[in-house]
């Protein structure tokens, strides 16, 4: 751009190149080919299993095994809990050296 005066005129006939500009035209096919790539699923490890364990029938036996095996352990540790408790109770009447007397034992030392 040597001169001002030339400027204008570049301008125009920028912009006179694109009156003759068309619309570009794609593949007909294109967008039915790009909506069916979206719309098409992956089939990896993790989808195949998430739709075998949301069925109905897979996800009720799982929660009905998880709450059989739940009850089973609380059950069990219940039990062995008061085993524990009853010989904890002997282990350390030994090792203090106490004895449990009854009251029949207490009254008949009295006399």
Same mark, same amino acid.
């Given at each position: 751009?040597?001169?001002? &005066?030339?400027?204008?005129?570049? #301008?125009?006939? %920028? ?8 619309? /570009? ?5 294109? +967008?039915?080919?790009?909506?069916? &790539? ?11 299993? +998430? /739709? ?8 009720v036996a799982g929660v009905?095994?998880?709450? =059989? =095996?739940? /009850?089973?352990? +609380?059950?069990?540790? &219940?039990?062995?809990? #008061?085993?524990?408790?009853q010989d904890e109770e002997?282990? +350390?009447?030994?090792?203090y050296n106490l004895s449990?007397? /009854?009251?029949?034992?207490? %009254?008949?030392?009295?006399?």
């Amino acid at each position: 751009m040597k001169d001002k &005066r030339h400027i204008p005129e570049e #301008v125009d006939k %920028t912009l006179d190149s694109f009156e003759g500009i068309q619309r /570009a035209s794609a593949n007909p096919f294109l +967008f039915t080919r790009v909506q069916a &790539r979206l719309q098409k699923e992956e089939t990896n490890f993790w989808s195949q299993a +998430f /739709a075998f364990i949301s069925r109905p029938a897979i996800a009720v036996a799982g929660v009905t095994i998880a709450i =059989i =095996i739940n /009850a089973a352990v +609380f059950y069990e540790s &219940r039990s062995e809990s #008061v085993k524990n408790t009853q010989d904890e109770e002997q282990v +350390f009447a030994s090792e203090y050296n106490l004895s449990t007397n /009854a009251i029949y034992d207490a %009254t008949v030392d009295q006399q």
